[in-house]
């Protein structure tokens, strides 16, 4: 396997032999290593450093690693690092919490270097195809609106063309958001808008409303308002409090509110318009926002 000399990598793990050996075992390969060892100081250095790969134990004084990841993941500038647990645990409740809040891969203890090698392979080989996924399509659309502006310019339209949004809903002007999901009759009014009134992040909002139900990304969403991910995911949080993909599943929870107290379609049914292809993915998204079942919510709430 062929590493960037450039990959930093950050194990977080309290036991200091461990620690060391990961992080020899990963200079020896070429890798920049950062060590860290226990949870807060990981995620300091983390936000600090910014590196390529989190390797973190779970079982660790004062911070687990579910509270790192989970830190992480809400920080704009660690949110989409691929992040791998590496513990002595295997229990499949500990592995499926582990994924459900947002893990790349669950390694249990002992593990060779080689087994870990392969895990950050495959995780960094993944990061860079998004990356050059997420680069050509924002080229192709930057190329797209230089035409159209060019366009528009010579026949003395003098317009700019916003980069492939179609959109024009003005759903973000609308109420102010919460901090936390609607769990009784607050169905989504089709009147009515889950989106802060943020002029600045208009474009962004007005392309959720428009695409939420399609399965859109983050990604999606940069490349339609003509920025980067990372950037993006900086600029919505720091002004909301919250992600790109926070409020697409905000948006997609409030259509799922609506559809389930009115009318009868079965909630594999409603999972699919609202862009889920697994509909166990839907509802276990539905539960941890709701507190219950789409199901079950259904007959407490419905009219």
């Known amino acids: 396997m062929v590493y960037e000399s450039s990959n930093k990598i950050l194990v977080i793990e309290d036991d200091k032999v ?72 295997s229990t499949k409740a500990d592995v499926r919490k582990a994924m459900e809040l947002g893990a790349d891969d669950y390694l249990t203890k002992p593990s060779t270097l080689d087994e870990l090698l392969r895990a950050i392979a495959i995780r960094l080989e993944k990061q860079a195809s998004l990356q050059y996924w997420c680069n050509i399509k924002f080229q192709k659309a930057a190329k797209s609106v230089f035409r159209d502006n060019t366009t528009a310019i010579a026949g003395g339209v003098g317009v700019a063309v916003g980069v492939g949004v179609g959109v024009g809903v003005g759903k973000a002007s609308g109420t102010e958001a919460s901090g936390t999901e609607a ?8 009147d009515s808008s889950i989106f802060p009134c943020i002029p600045q992040l208009k474009e962004v909002f007005d392309f959720i ?43 997609r929870m409030a259509g799922a509110r609506f559809l389930l107290q009115n009318n009868n379609q079965t909630v594999e049914k409603i999972a699919k318009t609202l862009g889920y292809q697994d509909v166990s993915h839907f509802s276990r998204q539905f ?17």
């Open 209 to 251: 409303e428009a695409h939420y139900h399609e399965g859109i990304t983050l990604c999606d969403v940069a490349i339609a308002v003509g920025y980067s991910p990372a950037y993006l995911t900086n600029r919505v949080a720091r002004q909301t409090g919250q992600t790109v993909n926070c409020w697409i599943v905000k948006r």
């Open 18 to 89: 461990t620690r060391n050996l990961y992080l020899k075992g990963l200079e020896a390969k070429g890798f920049d290593t950062i060590g860290a060892g226990n949870g807060l100081a990981g995620i300091q250095k983390a936000q600090e450093r910014i590196p390529d790969l989190v390797i973190c134990d779970i079982t660790m004084p004062d911070m687990d690693g579910y509270s790192v990841l989970t830190t992480l993941r809400q920080d704009p500038l660690t949110a989409i690092i691929p992040f791998i647990f590496l513990t002595g645990s």
């Open 287 to 303: 539960r941890q926002h709701h507190g219950l079942p789409p199901q079950a919510w259904r007959k407490e709430y419905s009219q």
């Open 183 to 190: 769990s009784g009759t607050e169905a989504m009014n089709p």
